[in-house]
């Protein structure tokens, strides 16, 4: 039995339906996705999350993340409203860039490839400039997820109440 974490997508409770988007990879859970037919069924626990956007708008969001965390993302910025984000993705494939992003005018995109083991999203972390007032959300793998919050503590002085992280894969 394996157990991993996925994101509901649009969820419609009203029709008893949601998706789920599965980055492609070699691993037990893509595989299953890979291959998946109509019907067949999956055990799942619904866990929620306990984000919740900051109570005071920030000035702006700064967004790390990959294929596994775009689910994510995109509900992320559906919910931010009209709030300025800039959003730096990790691609393997270069088809990667062609997923739906559903960023809007106010949200600036960049695809960097992954290049050894997330250095290109990492070295993006250290040369950004970075508002007082910014909120960061990073979710990527465990070495690069670390490594940006840690930049975004120590190079730009982020209060920890002022990001939220999460390992998505190792
Ligand atoms: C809260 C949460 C929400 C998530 N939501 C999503 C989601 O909506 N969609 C989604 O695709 N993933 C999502 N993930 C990530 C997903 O749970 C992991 O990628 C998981 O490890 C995949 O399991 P697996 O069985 O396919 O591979 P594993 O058995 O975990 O790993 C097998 C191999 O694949 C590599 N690997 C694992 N994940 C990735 C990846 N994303 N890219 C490249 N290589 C990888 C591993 O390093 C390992 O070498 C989420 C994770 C969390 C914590």
Redesign the pocket.
Known sequence: M?H??????DLDPQGDRFA??????????????ASAAVGDGLDATA?G?SFELPEAAPGEYLVFG???????INSLLDAIGDVPARVWLEW?YESDQNLPVRNKPHHQVTWLQ?VDDGRLLREQAQSISCAADAFAWV?C?GHTTRSIVKTLKTSHNLPKTAIKS?????
Not at 66 to 72: G, H, K, R, V
Not at 166 to 170: D, G, H, M, S
């Open positions: 394996h991993r974490g996925y994101t509901l997508v789920i988007e599965f980055a492609l990879h070699d691993g037990p859970a893509a595989r299953w996705a866990l999350s990959d294929t596994a965390s775009l689910p994510a393997q992954r979710a793998d999460q390992a998505y894969w190792k």
